[in-house]
């Protein structure tokens, strides 16, 4: 399964249109958006299920509303004008960090990483990275990862965390507030055949690093899993 063009066709409108009613005019162009875009959930839950434990979940627990939250955001746009959905165990409420597939008009992209993470997770990162940066490295620092991801993305301290010296060795890697990789996608990529295979690839490639901030974040247990 693939994006169609239609689908990006349906994105761009909506992006320049982005009321509830032209939306509703519009309901059954969405509804067949929806539809094809579930099928390659569908898809995904499958490919990625070989080296991921998906049991039990469903395109409803990766799939992400295309309604906005506004109530606390200056921007009004009643809709969001991508496509979103999260793959892992337990589902995209489980709380753990999580394959994430966007698809827009502007920009689709397969992700994953320490986006969000909280302060507590931070300080174990770091301290993960203090104590030995060995494995993180052995990952990120992969030829076929750096190939696949490029470098790591996300904010940064400009000087060093509270705790280290900026003379740590590894003071590059402890400026992260943020760590995550991206891989983007060309619309034509997006709309070939091969599409589900390529991002379940890619995906296969990224898992070693979500492994290790599995681990780190829950100390080795599992999060509560809220399908």
């Avoid at 499958?46 to 939250?69: A, L």
């Amino acid at each position: 399964m693939s994006i169609s063009t239609s689908t990006f066709q349906f994105l761009q409108d909506l992006k320049n249109n982005n009321t509830r009613e032209w939306f509703h005019a519009n309901k059954k162009r969405y509804e067949t958006v929806k539809s094809d875009f579930e099928e390659t959930i569908k898809e995904l839950i499958g490919s990625i299920g070989e080296f991921e434990n998906m049991t039990g979940v469903e395109v409803k627990h990766c799939n992400y509303r295309i309604s906005r939250d506004i109530r606390f955001t200056n921007d009004k746009a009643p809709y969001k004008s991508w496509l979103s959905a999260s793959f892992s165990e337990g589902g995209r409420k489980s709380g753990r960090v999580d394959y994430y597939l966007h698809i827009s008009d502007g920009e689709s992209f397969l992700g994953g990483g320490a986006w969000a993470a909280t302060p507590e997770q931070l300080a174990k990162l770091r301290q993960e990275i203090d104590y030995t940066a060995l494995e993180l490295k052995a990952i990120i620092y992969d030829i076929n990862f750096v190939n696949t991801f490029g470098e790591i993305q996300g904010e940064s301290v400009k000087s060093s965390p509270k705790g280290y010296s900026k003379d740590h060795p590894e003071i590059d890697l402890l400026r992260f507030k943020q760590m995550f990789f991206l891989h983007k996608f060309t619309k034509e990529e997006a709309c070939s055949p091969d599409f589900v295979e390529k991002v379940t690839e890619m995906a296969r490639t990224l898992k070693p690093f979500l492994d290790y901030l599995n681990a780190i974040f829950f100390d080795h247990q599992e999060p509560v899993v809220k399908l």
